[in-house]
Nanobody
């Protein structure tokens, strides 16, 4: 069984910072990668950042230079450091994890989502 627990969301003023955390608990395999997605009301869910099992990172153009994704293997946790936040960053942020016995058969799992609101 897999469970992803997200934390760190909240209300922040424009230009402020937040750090999101995603703690993974699993008894069915290993974590081969993870990422963060966001969804604003009336919009599709979109990729924010991704990190592979080899620590290769990918960022959406709208967050490059402002957000940083990282992992702590000892804590089995993925982080998203968000700086210079803008009102258009307001959304529910979802953690994604790729977990399985083997990398080639790993499946996607999702956290419950955490609300980020950027407003003055």
């Amino acid at each position: 069984q897999v469970q992803l627990v997200e934390s760190g969301g909240g209300l922040v003023q424009p230009g402020g910072s937040l750090r999101l955390s995603c703690k993974a608990s699993t008894s069915i395999g290993l974590l081969y990668g993870g990422g963060w997605y966001r969804q604003a009301p009336g919009k599709q869910r979109e990729l924010v950042a991704d990190i592979t099992s080899g620590d290769r990172t990918t960022y959406a153009d709208f967050v490059k230079g402002r957000f940083t994704i990282s992992r702590d293997n000892a804590k089995n946790t993925v982080y998203l450091q968000m700086n210079s936040l803008k009102p258009e960053d307001t959304a529910v942020y979802y953690c994604n994890a790729r977990i399985g016995i083997f990398q080639t058969s790993a499946r996607d799992y999702w956290g419950q989502g955490t609300q980020v609101t950027v407003s003055s």
